[in-house]
């Protein structure tokens, strides 16, 4: 027994000794853990501005006293038109009744309208019939039928294979919808080896016309791996495709009329942060718009910023500070259509202004920016100013907890609260 306390003993005093020096490694960490605490205090309230370069602040969390990255104000958007009058609508169509419709909303008006005017006209997917995950196609299926609105297995292989079946071999003008645009790979040989290369095999004779494969895309917040992805630029290498991207309800319907009347196949992709949030008035009669025709937004004589879809918002923040902060003149082009784009009109912007940044949501590598500036570079090399900037998405998978970190916005390297 002896022994035995005299073990506990050595024991207690080796226990005690330990206590004192992670007491003492405690105390001196002290200040760092201070530091650290009011480090992560300071990001999630924005008033901590990072000295590394490619450091981009995001937070769903926005202080009482953030300037520059603040939650997008649609209703007050010069992006979206509350009077059609200033559009480039044909007369026709400024004159015509107009209603006020979100994204979704447009796509459905445009879904309904194609359906009426052609009988070859079919719209597939999963969920499709009771009005997809995104209201899409609310009441089409009760409007033209279940033969011409029908739900599909879930299959993207099959569901594209079969519109380019009914599309190629019985004239029928298909429109299939893939729930998200994170699905579509399985369907990625019937896009690029079937439906791009029909009118190759066929010696030019024939052609896929009217289909369509729609998709939503891009980040929402909370998307994570599987909802948040904007594969765009995986399909803009492909001859025989073309892919589009609207910005707005108005842009959506459209693009979306013209898009079903092509006789080559489009993929159409829809920005679902907007579905709900883009809201203007829109022409209630048929309207279409040019495919692979740019749009400048607003004209400006120091600066060309490129982009297309959801970005669009962020870069019309951004321009709105720099203008009032620099006393410069920004020109915005929306690219509308990513293949095959609209060279002319942005090689005449760049000529004019000689600096130019290429903003997207998909990742910065080998992304559609990449493919602009070459573009531009090749072409319009003397005029240029600066060296051309390309803005995108980190090259990594998307995170649930911190997809905002991964996005463009408004300020990032410099005051960015």
């Known amino acids: ?130 009005g997809g995950v995104f209201r899409c196609s609310t009441n089409l299926a009760s409007q033209f039928g279940s033969e011409r609105v029908f739900n599909t297995p879930l299959s993207e292989q099959g569901i ?65 791996l599987y909802h948040s992805q904007s594969p765009e630029s995986l399909f803009t290498h492909i001859p025989g495709l073309q892919v589009v991207m609207p910005r707005s309800p108005l842009q959506a319907k459209g693009l979306l009329l013209s898009a079903i009347q092509s006789n080559d196949p489009v993929l159409f992709l829809e920005p679902k942060a907007l579905y709900r949030a883009a809201v203007e008035q829109v022409p209630s009669e048929a309207y279409t718009l040019p495919l692979s025709k740019a749009e400048v937004i607003k004209e400006g004589r120091d600066l060309t910023i490129i982009s297309y879809g959801h970005p669009l918002y962020i870069c019309s923040a951004a321009l709105s500070a720099a203008e009032r902060h620099f006393g410069v003149t920004i020109e915005l082009v929306d690219l509308r259509t990513l293949y095959p784009w609209d060279r002319n009109t942005i090689l005449k912007s760049v000529r004019k202004t000689g600096r130019v940044v290429v903003v997207h949501e998909s990742m910065v590598n080998a992304g559609v920016g990449a493919e602009i500036a070459a573009a531009i570079q090749e072409s319009a090399f003397l005029r240029l100013e600066a060296p051309i900037q390309r803005v995108g998405s980190w090259s990594t998978h998307m995170g649930l907890i911190y997809e905002r970190f991964n996005l463009p916005d408004v300020a990032s390297k410099k005051n960015p609260h």
């Open 160 to 224: 594209v294979g079969f519109a380019v079946g009914v599309a190629s071999c019985e004239a029928m003008r298909p429109i299939a919808e893939i729930q998200f645009a994170d699905y579509v790979y399985p369907a990625f040989d019937q896009l690029v080896n079937e439906a791009a290369k029909f009118r190759f095999r066929a010696g030019g004779g024939q052609n896929i016309s009217g289909l369509v494969v729609r998709m939503p895309c891009g980040a929402v917040g909370h998307g994570a």
């Open 1 to 130: 027994m002896p022994n035995q306390e005299k073990g506990y003993g050595y024991l207690r005093q080796l226990a005690f000794q330990i206590y004192v020096v992670e007491r003492k490694i405690w105390l001196a960490l002290s200040p760092w853990r201070t530091m650290a605490a009011r480090m992560r205090s300071m990001l999630l309230t924005r008033s901590f501005t990072p000295q590394h370069t490619n450091v981009r602040m995001h937070s769903r969390l926005h202080s009482s006293n953030a300037r520059l990255n603040l939650p997008i104000d649609f209703s007050n958007s010069p992006l979206l038109h509350h009077d059609i009058s200033r559009s480039e609508l044909s007369d026709d169509a400024k004159r015509s009744p107009t209603k006020r419709l979100n994204l979704f909303q447009a796509i459905n008006e445009a879904l309904a309208t194609a359906l009426a005017q052609d009988e070859r006209v079919l719209l597939f997917g999963e969920d499709v019939a009771f």
